[in-house]
């Protein structure tokens, strides 16, 4: 089986991928972690990667096509995988769709979490007091300003994803704003049929 998870920050995304990747034993392909294995490796991708990220550059889709490629080609990935935080443009979901081809392979299904981004911002200005209230740092992403800035790049950038994947035939959309486990219930349901 293979999957992308979509849907703004803040929906669950990466609760969702987790308990998804345990349930049926694929595992979790996060952006994000991919590229810090990638400079821990060594290896010459790693090396290009390093370098940018320490000019604090954002890596270029090239180099993260290259890297989740390099990540699909692994053997823990041969029964599927689930990408979590890519793509994020439709520029980096044509790239995939090239990968998967040449590999003879492609997606399963696209899910989509959908929600408010009202409730969004309610949610994380209570996460933030909360932290406040209990003496915690509050985090970065927990910032109402931070977090609408991410919202309108998510919204520019990445929903154009969702209506690339609806016309494949691929796109799956669940209600993100219902509680964590009815999520995942409604998420395996809709897996189940590619399992």
Do not use: C, W
């Amino acid at each position: 089986m293979r999957l992308v998870l979509l849907g703004p920050p803040g929906a669950g995304k990466g609760t969702q991928a987790t308990r998804m990747a345990k349930r049926f034993s694929i595992p979790q392909l996060s952006t994000g972690d991919m590229l810090r294995e990638a400079v821990a490796s060594g290896s010459a991708l790693g090396v290009r990667v390093k370098d940018i990220m320490e000019r604090g550059d954002l890596v270029p889709d090239d180099v993260v096509i290259a890297v989740v490629a390099d990540r699909m080609d692994h053997s823990e990935a041969a029964s599927g995988f689930i990408l979590d935080g890519f793509p994020r443009t439709v520029a980096q979901a044509e790239a995939l769709d090239r990968e998967l081809a040449v590999r003879g392979i492609g997606l399963d299904a696209v899910l989509e979490l959908e929600v408010d981004e009202d409730v969004l911002l309610v949610r994380i200005r209570g996460r933030a007091e909360e932290a406040g209230n209990k003496g915690q740092p509050v985090r970065r992403d927990d910032n109402p300003e931070v977090f609408k800035t991410r919202l309108k790049a998510y919204r520019a950038q990445t929903s154009p994803v969702a209506a690339y994947y609806r016309s494949q035939g691929l796109l799956h959309v669940v209600d993100g704003l219902q509680p964590i486990d009815t999520v995942t219930d409604e998420v395996a349901a809709v897996l189940s049929a590619f399992a």
